[in-house]
């Protein structure tokens, strides 16, 4: 009897981050679909966990968590905690000791910002670029995050990279670093939640008739845009994940499949994070857009890769243009785009899982 390939998946999977969890869930699930023996390669450390939980629990450092959303924070972490036992694992093994990883026929690096040595707490770690991994490895829909392209490639980490048999992007920005550290053009790939959309939605039951707003550190010309288009309709503002003052209401406590639903069932999202847009596209919902200096990459390249553009607002941005992207889908260029680059994804991961 012939088994199916072992792959591995190496990418951030243990983070309180709904974005985070639904990308690694995604791609080890569209691998296992394709018929390969996937899993999640478990990766455990003490200082990355602290740090982690930290950040879960305060979100907001280095202000305090008021005193009456601590429980919720914490609800919100046991509720990923248990996600997380759900998914296909390997054994687990030190993040500092990669001696400890079982065999696989590849080891797929990605998505998320698994290269940003920046990162506050996994940036110092050469796993996720192939340090200590005597297997082949290709990359599915890397990042660098907030690593700037003008910064270059730090040759010791091209080095690493240059075992890769196969590299992927997902942002323009991560495109160049290759481009420029390697001197190879790199494919750019959709992020695991749009080629397998068919995971990550959730029906929304019927329309909560709620602008959902995820994210923080929001400008206060955004939050006037926003709350003043909801006021103007009659429409609720609605904080997921993370406490949003200028909200009408706060969801702090939603787990994973609530994110996913509460996205589904939204007149429309308000978002700075990557996978706000992301999921806001998945669901075909209406969404607006800013940008923080952390995910300024992200975004910006996401909407410029799309056709979206008018999606992202900056001070400038009138009333209108808030309606117009509060009150509109997305367009059916931009969803023709997604298709093409599902087309051209598809095509990369079989090519490189063989």
Not at 155 to 179: K, M
Not at 287 to 302: E, Q, W
Not at 328 to 337: H, K, S, V
Request: one cysteine or more; aromatic letters at 12%; hydrophobic letters at 40%.
């Amino acid at each position: 009897m012939t088994h199916p390939r072992r792959i591995g998946v190496l990418t951030f999977h243990r983070c309180i981050n709904y974005g985070s969890y639904w990308q690694a869930r995604c791609l080890v699930e569209g691998v296992r679909a394709r018929g390969f023996d996937a899993v999640l390669l478990d990766h455990d450390s003490r200082r990355v966990n602290l740090a982690e939980w930290r950040c879960a629990l305060m979100p907001h450092r280095p202000l305090p968590t008021r005193r009456d959303d601590r429980a919720a924070y914490a609800r919100k972490t046991r509720s990923f905690f248990a996600a997380f036992d759900l998914l296909p694992l390997s054994r687990r093994f030190r993040l500092e000791y990669p001696e400890g990883l079982e065999d696989y026929d590849l080891v797929l690096v990605g998505s998320d910002e698994v290269w940003n040595r920046r990162h506050p707490w996994y940036g110092a770690y050469g796993l996720f670029y192939g340090s200590g991994v005597e297997r082949r490895m290709a990359a599915y829909a890397a990042s660098f995050g907030n690593q700037p392209a003008a910064e270059g490639l730090d040759p010791g980490l091209a080095g690493l990279l240059r075992r890769f048999e196969a590299i992927s992007v997902r942002d323009d920005n991560s495109l160049r670093l290759i481009r420029e550290g390697l001197g190879c053009e790199p494919d750019l790939v959709l992020d695991p939640c749009l080629l397998f959309p068919e995971i990550a939605r959730r029906p929304g039951g019927a329309e909560t008739a709620d602008v959902v707003v995820y994210g923080h550190g929001f400008p206060e010309w955004f939050q006037r845009g926003v709350r003043g288009w909801a006021r103007s309709r009659g429409i609720r503002v609605l904080s997921l994940g993370y406490r949003n003052d200028w909200a009408d209401a706060q969801w702090l406590d939603a787990g994973p499949e609530d994110f996913t639903r509460c996205i589904a069932g939204a007149a429309a999202v308000a978002t700075t994070f990557f996978h706000g847009c992301v999921f806001a596209l998945l669901h075909g919902r209406p969404f607006v857009c800013t940008v923080s200096d952390y995910r300024a990459n992200k975004i910006a390249s996401l909407v410029s890769l799309l056709g979206a553009e008018e999606r992202l607002d900056d001070a400038t941005t009138s009333a209108d243009g808030y309606g117009c992207a509060l009150e509109t889908p997305p367009g059916a260029a931009t969803l023709a785009r997604i298709a093409a680059l599902r087309v051209s994804s598809e095509a990369y991961l079989d090519h490189v899982l063989g």
